[in-house]
């Protein structure tokens, strides 16, 4: 068994790029979603090692200390953190020249043979999903005879193994938790509408749904929602409680946790029995009925993406959701008691000044309790990006150009009608015109008063928001 460190890399300060984040860049509130991704192989290795850079606040100097301990190194990559994550592999290669080194994550599955031509520092690439691939080369299996696998030969050429096969038996995969209680730091992962400190995993892969610009069910997870039983999904609750007594909140990473609906319920009514504080992703369709089973078992918060408030756009990205049927679920979650986090993109195919108000509109009148607005972005392997390519939208030479040098999301996009430093821009107003609104800022400040925890949570956010919005400019 090879001695085997799982990395994400050191990056741009305040970088989420951890395979939990749906965008990989530096966030508008600092956050940080665990590198589940990377926990799940490292939990089928007892003996590896799980480093979290940006979230620990790791220096590339303290990796590089710590590297030579490992004969196998596994570093998690993506489009935007690509380039700083070939250095890094470049210099854990010089500091000990015998390691082997390997990237996975959707960049590399979609794009093997350039990843492995950008440096001959990487040895191999795992494409699909990679879980047992580490697992099989970290056991010694040669490189030839491992599914998933794009490697780099010995006379320097590259050659490209059988695909690996979807996991359908997912009860079957160790608990992530394991890793999170040898590794990492609870207390180092927050998100601006998770109660904190929380903890998130994957009850299930892939998503059914087909939106255009969805990275992870087009490249890695697949469409097929392939789940863990509920049995399992409560055991690993009960270790959650069990090892992190302080966490406030259970977050399911799921793409659509709602997807299956019986089973949602199932589940949701095991977790009432605990009295466990849980949200999760949600498509924005789920009945009233389904609603109040979660709400009625400890559902806190849903985790939805509207994307638009304009019917066509939806249309374009194949989110397969009306306009009026969100209205009527945003409603019935407000009548529960639920909580919204909103996520909205500006930027998408039919995107134009009027429909960036439309929206705008739409978020203000729904009112989620809190929002998040991103810049449509064109991961390599999306047929956003394949659009992209079609219709000349892309404004950078550079086709994974999707943050600045700074690591903040830019707009790679552009319309013959709508430029891209319009959709840049539509950002920021977006933000002000639905947070600085007498309303909204009563209810924040009504939620500050009533919790002085929540008080200096929320002051910090607003100096880092600030910040962030200065640091785009």
């Given at each position: 068994?090879?001695?085997?460190?799982?990395?994400?890399?050191?990056?741009?300060?305040?970088?989420?790029?951890?395979?939990?984040?749906?965008?990989?860049?530096?966030?508008?509130?600092?956050?940080?979603?665990?590198?589940?991704?990377?926990?799940?192989?490292?939990?089928?290795?007892?003996?590896s090692?799980?480093?979290?850079?940006?979230?620990?606040g790791?220096?590339?100097?303290?990796?590089?200390?710590?590297?030579?301990?490992?004969?196998l190194?596994?570093?998690?990559?993506?489009?935007?953190?690509?380039?700083?994550?070939?250095?890094?592999?470049?210099?854990?290669?010089?500091?000990n020249?015998?390691?082997?080194?390997?990237?996975?994550?959707?960049?590399?599955?979609?794009?093997?043979?350039?990843?492995?031509?950008?440096?001959?520092?990487?040895?191999?690439?795992?494409?699909?999903?990679?879980?047992?691939t580490?697992?099989?080369?970290?056991?010694?299996?040669?490189?030839?005879?491992?599914?998933?696998?794009?490697?780099?030969?010995?006379?320097?050429?590259?050659?490209?193994?059988?695909?690996?096969?979807?996991?359908?038996?997912?009860?079957?995969?160790?608990?992530?938790?394991?890793?999170?209680?040898?590794?990492?730091?609870?207390?180092?992962?927050?998100?601006?509408?998770?109660?904190?400190?929380?903890?998130?995993?994957?009850?299930?892969r892939g998503?059914?749904?087909?939106?255009?610009?969805?990275?992870?069910?087009?490249?890695?997870?697949?469409?097929?929602?392939?789940?863990?039983s509920?049995?399992?999904?409560?055991?690993?609750?009960k270790?959650?409680?069990?090892?992190?007594?302080?966490?406030?909140?259970?977050?399911?990473?799921?793409?659509?946790?709602?997807?299956?609906?019986?089973?949602?319920?199932?589940?949701?009514?095991?977790?009432?029995?605990?009295?466990?504080?849980?949200?999760?992703?949600?498509k924005?369709?789920?009945?009233?009925?389904?609603?109040?089973?979660m709400?009625?078992?400890?559902?806190r918060?849903?985790?939805?993406?509207?994307?638009?408030?304009?019917?066509?756009i939806?249309?374009?990205?194949?989110?397969?959701?009306?306009?009026?049927?969100?209205?009527?679920?945003?409603?019935?979650?407000?009548k529960?008691?639920?909580?919204?986090?909103?996520?909205?993109?500006?930027?998408?195919?039919?995107?134009?000044?009027?429909?960036?108000?439309e929206?705008?509109?739409?978020?203000?009148e729904?009112?989620p309790?809190?929002?998040?607005?991103?810049?449509?972005a064109?991961?390599?392997?999306?047929?956003?990006?394949?659009e992209?390519?079609?219709?000349?939208?892309?404004?950078?030479?550079?086709?994974?150009?999707?943050?600045?040098?700074?690591?903040?999301?830019?707009?790679?996009?552009?319309?013959?009608?709508?430029?891209?430093?319009?959709?840049?821009?539509?950002?920021?107003?977006?933000?002000?015109?639905?947070?600085?609104?007498?309303?909204?800022?009563?209810e924040?400040?009504g939620?500050?008063?009533?919790?002085?925890?929540?008080?200096?949570?929320?002051?910090?956010?607003?100096v880092?928001?600030?910040?962030?919005?200065?640091?785009?400019?």
């Amino acid at each position: 068994m090879m001695k085997t460190l799982f990395l994400q890399a050191p990056s741009f300060d305040g970088f989420d790029g951890g395979a939990g984040s749906r965008y990989q860049a530096k966030r508008e509130i600092r956050s940080f979603w665990y590198p589940t991704w990377l926990a799940q192989p490292a939990a089928l290795l007892p003996e590896s090692k799980l480093i979290d850079a940006p979230a620990a606040g790791v220096s590339l100097a303290q990796v590089l200390k710590e590297a030579p301990r490992y004969e196998l190194v596994v570093i998690h990559t993506s489009s935007p953190s690509f380039p700083s994550d070939i250095r890094v592999a470049e210099a854990l290669k010089e500091a000990n020249p015998d390691s082997m080194i390997g990237l996975v994550g959707a960049k590399v599955a979609i794009e093997p043979e350039p990843s492995l031509l950008a440096s001959t520092a990487v040895d191999f690439v795992a494409r699909e999903e990679f879980d047992y691939t580490i697992a099989e080369v970290a056991q010694g299996q040669p490189l030839a005879e491992t599914d998933g696998l794009s490697y780099r030969t010995a006379d320097g050429k590259v050659a490209h193994n059988a695909p690996r096969a979807m996991i359908e038996k997912m009860d079957e995969l160790p608990f992530v938790t394991e890793v999170y209680k040898r590794d990492l730091r609870v207390e180092d992962y927050f998100i601006g509408y998770l109660l904190h400190p929380y903890v998130s995993f994957y009850t299930g892969r892939g998503c059914r749904s087909r939106c255009t610009f969805c990275l992870w069910p087009q490249t890695v997870g697949g469409h097929h929602y392939r789940v863990r039983s509920a049995e399992r999904v409560i055991e690993e609750v009960k270790l959650i409680r069990r090892y992190f007594p302080q966490v406030q909140e259970v977050f399911f990473d799921d793409d659509t946790f709602t997807d299956d609906r019986a089973r949602t319920e199932e589940v949701a009514l095991r977790l009432g029995k605990l009295g466990v504080t849980w949200s999760c992703n949600a498509k924005a369709n789920v009945p009233y009925e389904t609603l109040k089973v979660m709400r009625d078992n400890g559902l806190r918060l849903l985790l939805v993406g509207y994307e638009s408030g304009n019917q066509q756009i939806l249309h374009n990205i194949r989110k397969g959701l009306r306009v009026g049927r969100a209205r009527q679920f945003t409603s019935d979650c407000r009548k529960l008691g639920i909580t919204i986090h909103g996520t909205f993109i500006v930027g998408l195919p039919g995107e134009t000044r009027e429909t960036i108000q439309e929206t705008i509109r739409f978020a203000k009148e729904i009112n989620p309790h809190t929002i998040q607005v991103s810049i449509a972005a064109p991961y390599p392997g999306t047929r956003l990006h394949r659009e992209a390519l079609e219709n000349g939208w892309l404004t950078d030479a550079e086709e994974g150009h999707l943050v600045n040098d700074r690591g903040v999301q830019v707009s790679p996009l552009g319309y013959p009608h709508l430029s891209h430093t319009e959709i840049f821009d539509s950002v920021e107003t977006f933000y002000k015109r639905f947070y600085f609104r007498a309303g909204k800022i009563a209810e924040i400040t009504g939620e500050m008063v009533r919790d002085p925890q929540m008080m200096k949570r929320r002051l910090r956010e607003g100096v880092e928001f600030v910040r962030f919005l200065r640091e785009r400019h």
